[in-house]
T-cell receptor, first 112, second 116 residues
Framework: DADVTQTPRNRITKTGKRIMLECSQT?????MYWYRQDPGLGLRLIYY???????NKGEISDGYSVSRQAQAKFSLSLESAIPNQTALYFC???????????FGSGTRLTVV | AQSVTQPDIHITVSEGASLELRCNYS??????LFWYVQSPGQGLQLLLK??????LVQGIKGFEAEFKRSQSSFNLRKPSVHWSDAAEYFC??????????????FGSGTRLQVQP
């Protein structure tokens, strides 16, 4: 099994729908992150969590929310999806040193 | 604020040629620096990292990078490129225990194409 598992791998949804992307990890890391990747823009931070009760906004949090259900689980929700949220979404984890992230395989989301 | 600039969006090299990918960073203290590689349809894999000490760091797959504080750079190099190196490469800064509550900031990436 992968250290960081993202579900679903691919999703097509309609504008206005609520959608949840899930991430689970077996690394035992306290820190978890959500990034989105767009061509030419690299990876941009959406939200990050340093432990279950410590959740922080990243640079592009508008239109997104997160839930840290347990140390191992960190989900990302789009409350009302819009087409410009079409992107590749990555979950990542790190230990307290933050000295190298482990990434999931990504969720490709298309909003039509 | 921390930031990373990768000036080259796309680079093409011939197989067997040497490679250098540029990365410039902005950071308020001694940075933690990373290079990641993303093969088509895959997630990101850590190539190498710099925290302190020797400014020339070795990574996986024959890659190395040199930290130059005076130039705020952390360029990635490989002496001889293989066709399997074709991928997108990301430089990142931040993280680490001394940075408090910051997460990694990534550059916009450099796509490497390898010609036979």
């Amino acid at each position: 099994d992968a250290d960081v598992t993202q579900t679903p791998r691919n999703r097509i949804t309609k504008t206005g729908k609520r959608i949840m992307l899930e991430c689970s990890q077996t690394k035992g890391h306290d820190r978890m992150y959500w990034y989105r990747q767009d061509p030419g823009l690299g990876l941009r931070l959406i939200y990050y969590s340093f432990d279950v009760k410590d959740i922080n906004k990243g640079e592009i949090s508008d239109g997104y929310s997160v839930s840290r259900q347990a140390q191992a689980k960190f989900s990302l929700s789009l409350e009302s999806a819009i087409p410009n949220q079409t992107a590749l979404y990555f979950c990542a984890t790190s230990d307290l040193r933050g000295d190298g992230y482990t990434f999931g395989s990504g969720t490709r989301l298309t909003v039509v | 604020a921390q930031s990373v600039t990768q000036p080259d969006i796309h680079i093409t090299v011939s197989e067997g040629a040497s490679l250098e990918l540029r990365c410039n960073y902005s950071y308020g203290a001694t940075p933690y620096l990373f290079w990641y590689v993303q093969s088509p349809g895959q997630g990101l894999q850590l190539l190498l990292k710099y925290f302190s000490g020797d400014t020339l760091v070795q990574g996986i797959k024959g890659f190395e990078a040199e930290f130059k504080r005076s130039q705020s750079s952390f360029n990635l190099r490989k002496p001889s490129v293989h066709w399997s190196d074709a991928a997108e490469y990301f430089c990142a800064v931040g993280g680490g225990v001394d940075t408090g509550r910051r997460a990694l900031t990534f550059g916009s990436g450099t796509r490497l194409q390898v010609q036979p």
